[in-house]
Every structure is written in C-alpha cells, then in structure tokens.
C-alpha cells in the first residue's frame, strides 16, 4: 500500500503560482511512477503531468506545457508540481497518483490513463481568480 497526500492548494490570482506537494508513505517510492491528474466541477478527470520514477523523463499535458513542472525527490518521498502562470481554466481539484515502474517507457502512453494509476491521494483545491 502507498498513502498519497497532497497539499499546497489555494486561491491564487491569474498569473500567479502555486507549489503542489505531494507526500508519500508505505511502499518503496522509487517503485512508482507518480502523475498529477486535475477534475474541475462537471468535467472528467485529466491528465496534467507524470514523472518517471528516476525523475528523469516527465510529460505534460498540452494545456499545462511550458507553465506547469513536475519533480520529485524520493530521500523525501515528495513528488510536486510547480505551476506558473496561472489561468482560471486551471481551476480544478489536483489530484496525485502512483503508477508502477514496470508501466513506463512502453510504447503505450500508461502515464496519461488515469486507470493505470494503483493509489490516490485525496486531493487538493487550487482555485485562480481572473
């Protein structure tokens, strides 16, 4: 088992800049490939970054490319998301979530399907005002 809890959220102006963290406990970190999915209120949940378990290859959504970067650092069991440049059309409850290792660097994009993913945490509001 892996306990995922996020943190970091916030009500932040359009520009602005938000730190997610992400803090895991359980299992081996560096098991896991870790993702940042997003759900704003009547939309589907979306895929916004992944991260290999090494750190080092990531992906991003289109919509986020450019503003959004997502790190981790396994000493601490932290995966985070730094996101710049905030929009309104950001606005949406971030979630993160474990993949396994053995799922990466396939041929097949696992990292962007929210069903590949083991664990959840629980969620963190991020709100941008125009």
């Known amino acids: 088992q892996v306990q995922l809890v996020e943190s970091g959220g916030g009500l932040v102006q359009a520009g602005g800049s938000l730190r997610l963290s992400c803090a895991a406990s359980g299992r081996t970190f560096s098991s896991y490939a870790m993702g940042w999915f997003r759900q704003a209120p009547g939309k589907e949940r979306e895929f916004v970054a992944a991260i290999s378990w090494s750190g080092g290859s990531t992906y991003y959504a289109d919509s986020v490319k450019g503003r959004f970067t997502i790190s981790r650092d396994n000493a601490k069991n932290t995966v985070y998301l730094q996101m710049n440049s905030l929009k309104p059309e950001d606005t949406a409850v971030y979630y993160c979530?474990?993949?396994?290792?053995?799922?990466?660097?396939?041929?097949?994009?696992?990292?962007?399907?929210?069903?590949?993913?083991?664990?959840w945490g629980q969620g963190t509001q991020v709100t941008v005002s125009s």
């Open positions: 979530a474990a993949m396994s290792r053995l799922l990466w660097g396939s041929s097949t994009p696992h990292h962007l399907n929210s069903y590949e993913y083991d664990y």
